[in-house]
Every structure is written in C-alpha cells, then in structure tokens.
C-alpha cells in the first residue's frame, strides 16, 4: 500500500516535471523542472529495488548534466532564448515521440506483470562483474565515445577561439 | 510499517536534527575561538563565560532579522534554493553511523548514496545565484557550478579507492575493516586527496571562491539576509562536519581504537573527538592560507588533485590485485604524496626565493606567450 502511493507520487513528479519541461517559456525553469522528473524516475528505480540505478540517477543527472545544462544556460543571456520555443523541427520530434511511445507500449504490453514487485536485479558486485566481463566491449566502446565527445568538444571550443 | 516504526523513524530525525543544530552552534564558537587565537586574539569573550553563549545570540539576531526579497527576484527559486542546499546536507546523515548501531539507516550502499545526494547541493547554489537577479550572485552562482563540480572528482576517485579495500560501499563495513590498520597508514595520498577536496567542496578557506566576499560579495547568497541565510550558513557548517566525520570513518578507523575496550559509547566519543580534531585542521586552513584565485583553483582541482587521485587509485588496484604486503602501498603512497607536496612547496614559495630578475623574466615570457598565443 504504501509502496503503491510512494509509486503514484514518483510517477506524479516524474510526469509532472516532464510537462513542466515542455510547458514553461522560461529555459532556466525548464533545466529544473527537467530535474524533478529524473528524480521522479529515481524514485521509480528505487520502488523496484534498483537502488543502484537510482543513485546513478541522481549523481549522474542531479549531479553533473542538470548542472552542466544550468551552466551553459547562465552564460547566456534570457531574452536569446525568445524565439527558440517554436522551431521548423516540431514534425520530425512529434514523430520521434510517436516512434517512441510505440516501442514502450509494446515493450509493456508483452511483459509479464506481476502484482508484486521483489528483487530480482543484481547487485552491485554482479552488476560490475558483468559489466566488465560479458559487456565487457560494450561498456568500452560507449567510454570511447564520450571519449570523442570529449575531444570534439574541445577542438570546437579552441577553433572558436582563434577567430 | 506500524505506527511504531513511523514513531521510531520521527524520533531518530529529531535527534538527527537536533544533534546536527548543536554540532554547528559549536562549530561556530570553535571557529571563531580557534582563529582568534591564530591570530593573537581571544575571539568572543562578552556574551556568557568565553563567549560561550554568543552562537545562541548570533541564531537568534538572524532569526528575527528581516527576510528581503528583491524586487527583480526569480521569487520561486529564490525561496526554494536555501532548501535545494540544506535537505541534501541533512539527508546525507540517514546512512553515516557514528558507531557501530548508532546510525539511522545502515546502507550498503552507504558512501555511494552520500556522494550522490551531496551533489544535488551544488543545483541549489545555481538556483540562488541565477533567481537572485544580481550579477554578483550569478558569478557566484557560476563559480560555484565550476568549482563544485571539478572537486566532485577527486572525492569520488579518492572514495572508490576507498571501497576497493575492503570491496564494500557499506560505511560499517569499511570501518570495521580498519580495526587494524586505519586507511591514512595504507593511502596517505587518499586521505590528502579526500580532505583537500572536501574542503573545496564545502568552499571554505582557501577555497572559498564562490562567496569571495573581496570579489563576487558573497556570491549566490549575496541578496539573502535573516532566516534564509541562516539555512545556507547551517548548510554549510553541517558539510563541514560531514566532511570530517567522512574523513574519521573513512581514513581514521572511524570508532576502532586500539588498546580500547570496544563499547557504542565510546566509539561515538572517539568518532566525535576524531570529527571535531579534523574539524580544528580545516579552520587551521583557514587561519593560515590566504585564498586562492580562481584559476590557481581550477587548476589545482584539474591538474593536481585528478592526476594525483588517479595515481591513488591505481597503486591501490595494483596492491589490491598483486596481494602485495600492505607496507608496499604505504611507502609507495607516502613517497608520492611527499614528492608531490615538496614539488607544490618549492612552485608556490618560488617568488620568495627568486631575484627580481628572475621574476620579471619569467613575467615578460609570459606575456609574450600569451600575446603569440592569441596572434
């Protein structure tokens, strides 16, 4: 019982904040309203014993791309952001959306519910034993594509400061 | 869950609450007394024996002081961004134990939850600088974003070394195993890295960039006054102390002394004897280093603390993987954190030493570097 209310409140806050997100004209408030549905989804992770996963949420989100996007947004100024709320792209992320939406609702629609939640995920130690022996490839290729984005980044800033 | 538990649970945070409300009231007192005395002064001696009662004096001024808003301000985040830094500073101390049954919540993920939660802080000061609707506070704001965010590195490094010894995240586990050898014997370097971080994270002196009162006036709390200010100050002197409890139980082998009879009380003594010892060194800091400028910060962080972490976590891995002796890890971890501390000694007290030749040379290719540089 208690579980199914602390549910329906992540769930609140995870959606609310979503709609927030989309709703407000003002940038800033949309980086923080942004914060409130990944913590909503942190709370979400913890009701189904992800606990791990939901202080990843909240060191990695929380702690370092809602920070890094305030960061960027208080460099610039408010009223550059006037037009920025309608743009010609609005079809190809309705589709996306859509695309999206369509491939959860399958995925949920085939899972097996159950009416009870139990642990059944790894812990921490099995999560890293198999993160770096059966997935090994992967979870090295995703850091030498942050490793990229890391250099890209820092080409395209000191390229823009030579001009 | 009965209503007994929800009694239980209601109590422990009052005695949370309460126990953290008196450590910073004393925290302030020792502050001020222990820099008096750095400085050949007696600190406060008027209110009460010593000065003793002043931090109550000083709670209740800013208690009834008033609370302004300015007219320009974001008023949403300006008066929910004192709570954004308090809670995460609060919630942290569900999971750390003082002893060994003596803690809210026990985790096994203890020290990754308080390093998680300890970051959302960083949002709040953001969102006071940016709602304020000042430019000294965005600064600050934005300092604070810098600052806090390259410092998170080093600590989180210097904690995973940490957890590799004892190969638990669980803060009872950890202290336990230092029942023989407390880790500032095994990383040296560690526990460097994890206090010298953990002081800029809290922005005290010399790190204390972000409120700078000679340059951004306070930075993100700049326009904050009376019982919202009171929240940041509160906020940060509970950080301090969860800096040096986390620096007790994490290097100092926590409530494990030896030669003493183990008993809860008094390994909750020795934790806060330890805590407030620690405390003492980073008001010594204060009294003693005159504060960094901003990119001397930025590059101590960058440059010396992330490659010296990295260096601890590795040896601390090789150790860990080779089974080699423990002495090994000491010596190696010691050498390096004096090699280390020696080359920062003789780069910083160069111009003491340098002619004024030597000085207007190194100035002049400077420039000049900097001139082609940008040509």
Redesign the interface.
Known sequence: MTSLVLFYLAGALALGGAVGVVGTRNVVHAALFLLVSLMGVAGIFLLVFAEFLALVQVLLYGGAIIIVVLFALMLTRLQDFGGSMENRQWPIAALAALGLFFVIAFALARSRGSEETERLGPGVQELGRSLFTQWAIPFEVASVLLLVALIGAIVIARAGGRE | ?TARDIALIILQLTVLVTGLITVVLSLTWLERKALGRLQRRMGPMVVGPHGLLQPAADALKLLVKEDLVPALA?KL?FWLAPMVVFVPSFVVWVTIPLAGEVVVRN???GL??I???S??A??GM??A??GSANKYA?LG??RA??Q??SY?IPIIMAVIAVIMLP?S?NLVTIVDDQRTIPYAVLQPLGLAIFLLAGVAEVGRTPFDIYFAESEVMGGPFIEYSGAHWAVFFLSEYINTFTIAVLVVLLFLGGWSFPLMPESAWLGFLWVVVKAYLVVFVIFWFRGTFPRLRIDQLMSVGWKILIPLSFVNFGLTAFYKFYELPWWALTVSSLAITVAAGYGLYRRWTWPARATAEERLARARAYRRAEVTDAG
Do not use: K, P
């Open positions: 869950m974001d985040l985790m096994d993920l990754f939850f390093v998680a939660f970051v959302l960083i949002v953001v969102m600088g940016w965005i704001g934005l974003a810098a806090l965010i998170e190969q995240m």
